[in-house]
């Protein structure tokens, strides 16, 4: 059983930075897919940026050019660097990876944005 967890949320003012990291429990070698995604208050959750095993990156439209998502596999670590964040970015972020097709779930750290 692989474990998440994401660490990093917290308040900040809107045009300010965050890094969320997300530390998987073994190997992220063999995992074939890992993804950030959010909940914002009173809506369902969606997705903000995928990262493949082979390095190839998407996003949301709502945060290209803002949120970089990146992995380390030697941390076992993978990170959201999100710029230049606005009032809408406030919501539960959560990290999810996929392998051998069984998709695994962070229990999601809060990120406020407010001035």
């Known amino acids: 059983q692989m474990q998440l967890v994401e660490s990093g949320g917290g308040l900040v003012q809107p045009g300010g930075s965050l890094r969320l990291s997300c530390v998987v429990s073994g190997s992220i070698n063999s995992i074939n897919a890992m993804g950030w995604h959010r909940r914002p208050p009173g809506k369902q959750r969606e997705l903000v940026a995928v990262i493949t095993s082979g390095g190839s990156t998407n996003y949301a439209n709502s945060v290209k050019g803002r949120f970089t998502i990146s992995r380390d596999n030697a941390k076992n670590t993978m990170y959201l660097q999100m710029n230049s964040l606005q009032f809408e970015d406030t919501a539960v972020y959560y990290c999810?990876?996929?392998?051998?097709?069984?998709?695994?779930w962070g229990q999601g750290t809060q990120v406020t944005v407010s001035s």
């Open positions: 999810s990876a996929v392998k051998d097709s069984v998709e695994y």
